[in-house]
């Protein structure tokens, strides 16, 4: 019932750019968060970014200073804008939503940063 569209992954050399986008549809009940999770093969997945409804943001230390989350309420959507971009921010990128109705994943976006 509740979906996902993520869009925005893909190569990129060091130093550039992405913005990642997820849309969560269907039914759920309250969310009051969403935000982007990331993983690679061998390394616990670590929250790499999250905005409240009200705008209250949350980041961890390694990204700060170079990527801005946002979000449209309307829309339930979140966007991640991703600028100097570096080798150790390659990973699956999962969108998530937090609800009063539960959590919920995306399906995950390869971010690949290599020359």
């Known amino acids: 019932q509740v979906q996902f569209v993520e869009s925005g992954g893909g190569l990129v050399q060091p130093g550039g750019s992405l913005r990642l986008s997820c849309a969560a549809s269907g039914y759920i009940s309250g969310i009051y968060r969403m935000g982007w999770h990331r993983q690679n093969p061998g390394k616990q997945r670590e929250l790499v970014a999250s905005?409240?409804?009200?705008?209250?943001?949350d980041y961890a230390n390694s990204v700060k200073g170079r990527f801005t989350i946002s979000r449209d309420n309307a829309k339930n959507t979140v966007y991640l804008q991703m600028n100097s971009l570096k080798p150790e921010d390659t990973a699956v990128y999962y969108c998530?939503?937090?609800?009063?109705?539960?959590?919920?994943w995306g399906q995950g976006t390869q971010v690949t940063v290599s020359s």
């Open positions: 998530r939503a937090n609800a009063y109705s539960g959590n919920y």
């Open positions: 905005i409240t409804n009200g705008g209250i943001t």
